[in-house]
């Protein structure tokens, strides 16, 4: 057992133990017998993943225990921990957030990114309370709107006067270390009258700070390419596959140039699903055409948890009804999301000396009908279910009534 800073975890029951802010426990397990599926290293296969002082180690055929803690993976499927680019979990403060680990850790997700829910004027107390504290990698972007997602059935960007760059500029800079970029929102119920100026204001704030700015759309007053035009490579459009207006399709179904043109300069085509943003109508014309998506996030909040999105694996499972493979609906939620953060090699992958972060998930076999934010649905024949989560190479399972809390599996 040791300590490392930044990291994820405490042993023992979350509900019941304090952990010091940024600090984490580490442990050795191996976890046997598992489908492992890791598509860092193009591997799938049966085998053995040995993580020592919280580090995996290495991944083998078989590997002895010789006495030290194993997990029983047979049957399941053994993937690096999720990493989940887009939800929100200021939970009691935004009405869009979710609890942590109840919500995502006990679903798979080992890395998450809020994205957004808080503003200059509120970020202080999210870090302070969520995202230092969690025993899971945890990043966010800050919304250009100064409080955040604070108000149900109020859009943050309709008073051009909550849009603050100065602030939001210094407030970034008290807090790099754990920022990703500026976030903002461009729905027309959300900016209403204020035109392209919150982008403008968004792209000034970014631009200052020579940072990313993911850009939410669906139903823009501006026309996307306008949006697109304006976005720079690293930059990331998230719902990208929404069924509303302003979508990546023009009238006649076919890809905009504008998309293509954002993809080839580097713009990330996020899915970030959600309530009202995840079309597979709208997927399946862009992949017919030959475009993927670049990554899949859940955009998990509390007005979609108990339906169209559930958690991770539900949103991999409708990509797997979708006719994706289990390695890319894999890659696109681990390596995708890992190699934009900019943590390839550390998280999202299984490669000898990254984080002992893993998911171990159950494939049900069975009919499954799947509901898009439209009310669209899908059949398909497999679901994937978290049966476990490894933070630091120790072992959580999912318990309680709906299975969202987690406890130690020893
Ligand atoms: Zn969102």
Redesign the pocket.
């Known amino acids: 057992m040791g300590i490392y800073k930044n990291g994820g975890f405490q042993s023992g029951d979350f509900q019941s133990r304090k952990f010091e802010p940024g600090e984490c426990a580490v442990s050795d397990l191996i976890i046997r017998g598992g489908y492992v599926v890791d598509p860092s290293q193009d591997l799938e296969g049966t085998m053995d993943v040995e993580i020592r002082a919280g580090r995996v180690r290495r991944i083998a055929p078989r590997i002895e225990p010789r006495g030290r803690p194993t997990l029983n993976a047979r049957g399941r499927i053994v993937t690096p921990g999720l990493v989940d680019l887009?939800?929100?979990f200021f939970e009691g403060v935004s009405h869009?957030g979710v609890n942590l680990e109840a919500s995502m850790l006990a679903r798979g997700v080992t890395a998450a990114v809020d994205?957004?829910?808080a503003g200059s004027q509120t970020f202080s107390t999210f870090r302070s309370g969520f995202l230092d504290p969690a025993r899971m990698t945890t990043r966010a972007f800050l919304n250009i709107s100064a409080g955040g997602?604070l108000i149900d059935g109020l859009g943050e960007n309709v008073d051009m006067r909550a849009l603050r760059v100065e602030d939001a500029v210094e407030c970034y800079g008290r807090n790099r270390d754990i920022l990703l970029g500026m976030?903002v929102?461009l729905s027309r119920n959300v900016v209403e009258r204020s035109g392209g100026r919150p982008l403008d204001a968004a792209l000034d704030a970014s631009k200052a700070l020579r940072v990313p700015l993911m850009v939410?759309v669906g139903d823009t007053p501006d026309s996307l390419p306008k949006i697109l035009k304006k976005l720079r490579p690293g930059d990331v459009l998230?719902?990208a596959f929404h069924g509303r207006a302003e979508g990546i399709l023009d009238r006649r179904g076919r890809v905009r140039r504008a998309v293509w043109e954002a993809r080839d300069r580097g713009i990330l085509l996020d899915v970030?699903h959600?309530r009202a943003?995840f079309s597979f109508d709208t997927l399946e014309a862009a992949m017919a055409q030959g475009l993927m998506p670049g990554n899949l996030s859940t955009?998990l909040?509390t007005h979609c948890i108990d339906g169209p999105v559930y958690d991770f694996p539900n949103l991999m499972s409708k990509f797997l009804a979708l006719g994706f493979s289990l390695g890319q609906v894999v890659r696109l939620s681990t390596q995708t999301a890992a190699a934009w953060l900019g943590m390839e090699g550390e998280i999202g992958t299984l490669r000898p000396g990254a984080r002992g972060d893993v998911a171990v998930l159950r494939m049900r076999e069975g009919r499954f009908r799947f509901t898009d934010s439209e009310g669209a649905h899908r059949r398909g024949g497999r679901m994937l279910e978290a049966v476990c989560v490894v933070l630091g190479g120790e072992a959580l399972r999912p318990s309680g009534k709906n299975r969202r809390r987690l406890r130690r599996v020893s």
């Open positions: 887009h939800c929100h869009y994205t957004g829910s997602l976030k929102r939410h998230t719902h970030a959600g943003s955009d909040h």
